[in-house]
Structures are given as structure tokens and as C-alpha cells.
């Protein structure tokens, strides 16, 4: 693997570069899981459509630059370095819109991702119900059929954005009688604020309602809005899934940035005696700079015509098990700072601590690496 860029993809870079530098708020916006920080965000994203940024790796029609995923990394890089905000709208851009791309049809594709490439419109992810949330297939939101589309009922929680978000994306029971509990599955999206939706906010530890409860009562849907083929759900909503886990939800740029600053912390802050806590940061480095280096090479799988299948299982289980040690040794280096004040630290380690449980349990990607990577016999179910 020639990891050496082209002089054109060096040129992309440096217009990035030079964009983000004029363009990235000198003020920090808002946490986007506030009421304020959300609409600032919206604003953000409108920004960065406006000279085509948001969706790099997007064909042109849809507001991209038709990039490619090389130059998505790069700009990622480029992006976190810069110290920009997040992304309000990953969940349609990195989730949906890779799923409409392989699912969709083309008046689907041409009546949503321009929306969601300018902010205009936010989705949430409505996957987890109460009693289905890693073991997906046992969800029993029903879809049912009626003149010109569906009438949606039940519950989803722990739905990401939904407390600030205009529409969501979900999978539903369509045919309850099949024997398999893959089988009858429908996948969906819906206006959050149509009638017979409540969405009701879930604090996270700090508070901010991060994610939400989602009530559908006989919420109509039209047959446009269906995304693959009625009762086919499972298969597009794994494609959802294995972008998830994979490349796009957390770039190697997120993390490369996160460890400078770590670096930069331990340099302002530490004790150069204390070498255990040295060795950490020396840790979060090497991590980054493995997970870079792992990404490229599936980036460059993907250019020879690969996909992505269960090695997305390897992704999650790294970048959400690295990104909770990351900021633990922030915090460590902050001290009592580290717990008390409002720093981007403390709210990213309150987020990180998620990151094992949503897009899947690590316990059940161990699960998948074992049995699908290892050929190693099925243990835990």
C-alpha cells in the first residue's frame, strides 16, 4: 500500500486547509445537545454546503465534490485538526445517505440528501426499542399496511438527535407471522413531527438530552419512504449498521486531533516525573496512528473493489474501547479540573462512555469476530 498522496489529493488538502482556516468559528458553538447549540450547528452545516464541504465524498448533484474516500480521510484530518465543530448531521450523511446510495431510489436520493447536505434537514436514528436493542431482530414496532402506505406504532428509545432532529430512520415489524424474526422486517423513515409522534428527551450524566424516546401511534407514512423492499429491512439495515461500525462514524482525523491535543495537555500540565502517565499518552499516539494506518488500508481494499464486512466489527471494538482511555487520560492530566469544569474533555469522556453499548455491544462484536473472523464456535448465545 503506496501511502504517499498525489500531488492532486495534496492540492484538496491545502484548499481544505485554507477553507477551514478563514471559516471555523473562533468561538466554540454551543454543545449541539442543547436547544442553542443544536440551531448553531444547523448553521454551521449550511456553511460548510454553501463551498460544497459537508459532503465531500458525494456525487455533485447531491451538493458534494464527488471526492472519493481517500480525500474524505484527508479532509477529515484536516477537519478535526482545524478544531471545527461537530457534525449535527452525521446521522443522515455517515448512516442514511450511504444506505440510499446502495438501497435507495433515485427519487429518493434527489429528495432527501440535498436537505441533509445543507442542515436543513436533521435525521435521528430510530433502531433501539426497549427490548431490542443490540439483538435488533427481536423489535416489535409494527408497521401496517393501508390505502397509499403504512401506519407506524410503538416505541424506540435511545434514539440519537431525536430530541432536536426533523425526521428518523427505522426499522419496523411489517409481517409478524414469519418464521424467522429477520423475516417481515420493513425499513422506514418518518417526519418526527408528525401526528402521533411524541418524542421524549433522555438527559444523559450531564444532563443534555443527547439522545430520546420516540412514541408512534398510528404515524402514516407513504409508500416513498419506504427504502428497500417491504419486508426486506434486515439486509439494507445491515448495510446501515456496517457503516456505522466501520469507517465513517469515527474518522482516524477525529482521533489524530484528539491526540495532538492530548500531547499538547501533557506538555502544559504534567508532572515529568509521573512516566506511567507519560507512557499513556505516548499509548493514545500510537493508537491513533495504528487506527490511521488500519483505515487507509481498508480505504485502499475499497479503491480494489472490497466491502465491508465483518472486519467492521474490528473498527467498533477499537475506536469505542481507545476513545473512553483517551479521555480518561485527559481527565487524569486535568486532575480535579478534569471533573468540575465544562471542558470539550469532560463532555467527551461522558460521550465516550457510550460508545461500547450503541452501534452494536462490543460484546456481541466480539461475538461476530470470533465466529465470522476466527471461525471460532458460537459461545455466548
Do not use: C
Not at 491545502?14 to 442543547?34: D, G, I, M, N
Not at 414469519?178 to 450524566?205: C, E, K, N, S, W
Not at 482521533?255 to 504534567?270: N, Y
Not at 491513533?288 to 481498508?298: D, I, S, V
Amino acid at each position: 500500500m503506496d501511502l504517499t498522496l498525489s500531488p492532486a489529493d495534496e492540492a484538496f488538502r491545502a484548499e481544505a486547509r485554507t477553507w477551514l482556516a478563514a471559516h471555523v468559528p473562533q468561538t466554540p458553538l454551543r454543545s449541539l445537545e442543547t436547544e442553542e447549540g443544536f440551531a448553531a450547528h444547523r448553521v454551521w452545516e449550511a456553511e460548510l454546503a454553501a463551498d460544497r464541504w459537508s459532503v465531500v465524498s458525494w456525487p455533485e448533484v447531491y451538493g458534494g465534490r464527488g471526492a472519493g474516500i481517500v480525500r474524505w480521510l484527508v479532509f477529515e484530518e484536516e477537519y478535526y485538526a482545524a478544531g471545527a465543530p461537530g457534525r449535527v448531521g452525521q446521522n443522515g450523511i455517515n448512516l442514511l445517505a450511504p444506505t440510499l446510495f446502495d438501497h435507495g431510489t433515485e427519487e429518493q436520493r434527489a429528495r432527501i440528501l440535498p436537505s441533509m447536505a445543507t442542515g436543513e434537514v436533521v435525521w435521528a436514528q430510530a433502531w433501539s426499542e426497549p427490548e431490542a436493542g443490540s439483538d435488533l431482530a427481536s423489535l416489535t414496532s409494527r408497521a401496517v399496511r393501508t390505502n397509499g402506505g403504512w401506519l407506524l406504532s410503538g416505541q424506540k428509545t435511545w434514539s440519537s438527535r431525536a430530541a432536536f432532529a426533523d425526521r428518523a430512520f427505522g426499522l419496523f415489524r411489517s409481517e409478524p407471522d414469519t418464521p424467522r424474526p429477520h423475516q417481515g422486517l420493513t425499513y422506514l423513515m418518518f417526519d418526527l413531527r408528525a401526528p402521533g409522534v411524541t418524542v421524549r428527551p433522555i438527559g444523559r450524566l450531564d444532563g443534555r438530552p443527547a439522545f430520546a424516546e420516540v412514541f408512534l401511534d398510528e404515524v402514516f407514512v407513504p409508500d416513498e419512504d419506504v427504502i428497500g423492499e417491504p419486508g426486506g429491512g434486515w439486509r439494507v439495515a445491515m448495510s446501515t449498521a456496517g457503516n456505522e461500525r466501520g469507517l465513517t462514524l469515527r474518522s482516524p482525523g477525529r482521533f489524530l486531533a484528539a491526540s495532538d491535543r492530548l500531547v499538547a495537555l501533557w506538555r502544559g500540565r504534567a508532572d515529568p516525573s509521573d512516566t506511567a502517565l507519560r507512557d499513556r499518552v505516548a499509548d493514545a499516539v500510537i493508537g491513533a496512528r495504528a487506527y490511521q494506518l488500519f483505515t487507509y488500508a481498508h480505504a485502499s481494499r475499497f479503491l480494489d473493489g472490497a466491502t465491508m464486512g465483518p472486519e467492521s466489527s474490528l473498527n467498533k471494538v477499537f475506536w469505542s474501547e481507545y476513545d473512553i482511555a483517551l479521555h480518561e487520560t485527559a481527565l487524569d492530566l486535568l486532575g480535579p479540573d478534569g471533573e468540575s469544569a465544562d471542558t470539550d474533555w469532560s463532555e467527551g469522556y461522558v460521550f465516550s462512555l457510550a460508545g461500547p453499548i450503541y452501534a452494536g455491544t462490543n460484546e456481541i462484536q466480539r461475538d461476530i469476530i470470533a465466529e465470522r473472523l476466527l471461525g471460532l464456535p458460537k459461545g455466548r448465545r
